[in-house]
């Protein structure tokens, strides 16, 4: 069985796309504005959520939909504990504490998977296309921003078995070939779009909370500069031809 869920997903979240990618938070980082005590925040943060989402992930492996998304190199738990304890130290863990929002988010990955485990596939999709994706901007932005010393603080954006941007890039098709390969109906395609959408309200939420820390470390005036400049547009394609220095970094 075929379809084009990929395209689907892809078509029908563009424009939650558009508004996350937009969020202050995203334009301080893509305009070389990282602050490290928000940047390390927000991977702490993202440590509970793919915990959550990895544990379903491996409980529903056997699953006949879940169970064909199932990349363990996408995985990002082991290199988000990395990153942990670079920013955090040896007691990370005891450091750490999900935010509101990241409760909300974490709680709403195990509802699903035990309510309509199918749509894992949504949650998966959307951070993980994301971290391949607009994440390799964000790596560049960070290292080239916060002085980091060299394979420290950047696991999260790195995926050991996909090293290159070819590498990436190839695997993206073969993600969204799987997704197309998903024996699902329409109606069931339609609830993976929504849950996707509702994934990205649910970091547009975490992004926004990280705003306030963001703000007062920059001050008011600065950070209202960056973000009224025009909003851009990533996943529109005729908005990607016009950028060829933003795609470049990739394909
Ligand atoms: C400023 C931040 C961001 C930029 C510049 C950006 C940029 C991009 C670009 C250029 C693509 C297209 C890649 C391709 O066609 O192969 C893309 C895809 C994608 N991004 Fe982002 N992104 C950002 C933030 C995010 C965030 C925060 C998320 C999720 C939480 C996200 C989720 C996705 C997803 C799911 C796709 C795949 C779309 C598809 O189905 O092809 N992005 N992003």
Same mark, same amino acid.
């Given at each position: 069985?075929?379809? %084009? =869920? &990929?395209?689907?997903?892809? !078509?029908?979240?563009? +424009?939650?796309?558009?508004?996350?990618?937009? @969020?202050?938070?995203?334009?301080?980082?893509?305009?070389?504005?990282?602050?490290?005590?928000?940047?390390?925040?927000?991977?702490?943060?993202?440590?509970?959520?793919?915990?959550?989402?990895?544990?379903?992930?491996?409980?529903?492996?056997?699953?006949?939909?879940?169970?064909?998304?199932?990349?363990?190199?996408?995985?990002?738990?082991?290199?988000?504990?990395? %990153? =942990? &304890?670079?920013?955090?130290? !040896?007691?990370?863990? +005891?450091?750490?504490?999900?935010?509101?929002? @990241?409760?909300?988010?974490?709680?709403?990955?195990?509802?699903?998977?035990?309510?309509?485990?199918?749509?894992?596939?949504?949650?998966?999709?959307?951070?993980?296309?994301?971290?391949?994706?607009?994440?390799?901007?964000?790596?560049?932005?960070?290292?080239?921003?916060?002085?980091?010393?060299?394979?420290?603080?950047?696991?999260?954006?790195?995926?050991?078995?996909?090293?290159?941007?070819?590498?990436?890039?190839?695997?993206?098709?073969?993600?969204?070939?799987?997704?197309?390969?998903?024996?699902?109906?329409?109606?069931?395609?339609?609830?993976?779009?929504?849950?996707?959408?509702?994934?990205?309200?649910?970091?547009?939420?975490?992004?926004?909370?990280?705003?306030?820390?963001?703000?007062?470390?920059?001050?008011?005036?600065?950070?209202?500069?960056?973000?009224?400049?025009?909003?851009?547009?990533?996943?529109?394609?005729?908005?990607?031809?016009?950028?060829?220095?933003?795609?470049?970094?990739?394909?």
């Amino acid at each position: 069985m075929s379809s %084009d =869920l &990929a395209s689907r997903l892809r !078509e029908g979240t563009k +424009q939650s796309h558009t508004v996350v990618e937009n @969020t202050a938070f995203m334009q301080c980082f893509l305009k070389g504005v990282v602050e490290k005590h928000s940047f390390r925040t927000l991977i702490a943060n993202l440590y509970f959520i793919y915990s959550a989402l990895e544990v379903e992930l491996q409980r529903h492996i056997a699953h006949p939909v879940v169970g064909m998304i199932w990349f363990p190199e996408l995985h990002r738990q082991q290199n988000l504990e990395q %990153d =942990l &304890a670079f920013y955090y130290g !040896e007691n990370w863990r +005891q450091e750490i504490a999900p935010s509101q929002s @990241t409760n909300a988010y974490v709680a709403r990955i195990h509802e699903v998977a035990e309510v309509e485990p199918v749509l894992l596939v949504a949650h998966a999709y959307v951070r993980y296309m994301g971290d391949l994706s607009g994440g390799q901007s964000l790596r560049a932005m960070v290292r080239s921003s916060i002085q980091l010393p060299p394979d420290k603080g950047t696991a999260l954006y790195e995926f050991e078995s996909l090293p290159t941007a070819e590498a990436r890039k190839a695997f993206k098709g073969k993600y969204r070939h799987a997704l197309d390969s998903l024996p699902v109906e329409d109606d069931l395609s339609q609830r993976m779009i929504d849950e996707a959408n509702y994934a990205f309200e649910l970091n547009h939420n975490i992004f926004h909370e990280l705003e306030m820390d963001v703000k007062a470390a920059i001050g008011e005036d600065v950070f209202n500069l960056i973000v009224s400049r025009h909003n851009i547009n990533s996943t529109n394609s005729d908005t990607r031809n016009a950028k060829p220095g933003l795609m470049a970094m990739h394909q």
